[in-house]
């Protein structure tokens, strides 16, 4: 497998066409439906606009709006997409059950070029910054699922080849009409989730021997970091221009759109390299001691709790 210290993300080929707008191109990749094709269209597409915002002509048109196409986002006719409880969990002690991590790890990356990339087109009105930001994310997201294939064919398998579930991209769905929302329940709810289960899940992986997926939850968790940085970052430019408290926003949106539940344990050290303040960590440290104390509190089989 090639080295995972770097998260270059090269264009297949040069000397591709400029296009006249980023957020059209982006939804055009959106709409590529064949993984492969769409990892290397977005790095592609990436390239080019960083050497236009090197020469000082970025084409986001920001004032746009654009009408969204249906059948978004293109995706492949594998994986079966199934709720999350028909998911079998395998142990990763077994070679099967570690290529069964990597492809849910596999679909992960690959909703998340799509998040990325409708960020991207959907939403107009914001600062070039904001799209040249989730296009980088984009970017990333495709080269994580690039790595994470790479070790699926060092299994035997592809991405495609076991079920998946769609609540990442239902989380989307839910909040296209409000970048608001958007910025808040995704890179900080769900993307911030994988900053607190990916270093129990890399422990796993090396104590089961396999250095190499270890490697790539190591280059996974560095960027993540950074993404969910952008999204605290665009949630707070956010409530500033609406003149609203972030703490309350962020309660209210949670419950006005049925967000998950955020539960520990939690990577409190990447969360506040991410941009959670104080407040929000404190808030996470004493959900999670209300947790631990009732699951404490709860009676066991055996224990006169249940007959």
């Known amino acids: 497998m090639n080295s995972v210290a770097s998260n270059d993300c090269t264009p297949g080929a040069d000397g591709a066409g400029v296009p006249e707008n980023w957020r059209l191109a982006a939804l055009d990749a959106l709409r590529e439906s064949e993984p492969a094709a769409k990892a290397e269209a977005v790095c592609a597409l990436h390239a080019l606009a960083q050497k236009g915002v090197s020469s000082g002509a970025p084409r986001w048109d920001p004032q746009r709006e654009i009408a969204g196409p249906a059948g978004l986002p293109g995706r492949p006719a594998k994986p079966e997409l199934v709720e999350p409880r028909q998911l079998q969990r395998r142990s990763m002690s077994t070679p099967q059950g570690r290529t069964v991590l990597l492809h849910a790890l596999a679909h992960i990356e690959f909703n998340a070029i799509n998040l990325a990339l409708d960020a991207v087109w959907r939403f107009a009105g914001m600062p070039g910054a904001f799209y040249a930001d989730w296009l980088t994310v984009a970017a990333e997201e495709a080269y994580h699922f690039s790595l994470l294939s790479a070790r699926l064919a060092?299994?035997?398998?592809?991405?495609g080849d076991f079920p998946a579930h769609n609540g990442l991209w239902e989380m989307c769905e839910r909040t296209r009409d409000d970048v608001l929302a958007r910025m808040a329940l995704v890179p900080r709810v769900l993307e911030a989730r994988g900053l607190d289960v990916a270093p129990p899940i890399r422990a796993r992986l090396k104590q089961a021997g396999d250095d190499e997926s270890a490697a790539v939850l190591d280059v996974i968790l560095r960027d993540e970091v950074g993404h969910v940085r952008i999204g605290n970052r665009w949630f707070r430019h956010l409530c500033d221009a609406r003149g609203l408290d972030p703490h309350a926003a962020w309660l209210d949106l949670a419950e006005r759109y049925h967000a998950p539940k955020m539960r520990g344990p939690f990577n409190f050290e990447a969360r506040r390299s991410a941009g959670f303040d104080d407040a929000e960590l404190d808030r996470l440290?004493?959900?999670?001691?209300?947790?631990?104390?009732?699951?404490?509190?709860r009676p066991r089989a055996g224990d006169g709790g249940e007959k």
């Not at 060092?154 to 991405?159: K, L, P, T």
């Open 154 to 159: 060092d299994y035997g398998h592809v991405y």
């Open 285 to 297: 440290a004493a959900q999670d001691a209300s947790d631990e104390s009732a699951a404490k509190a």
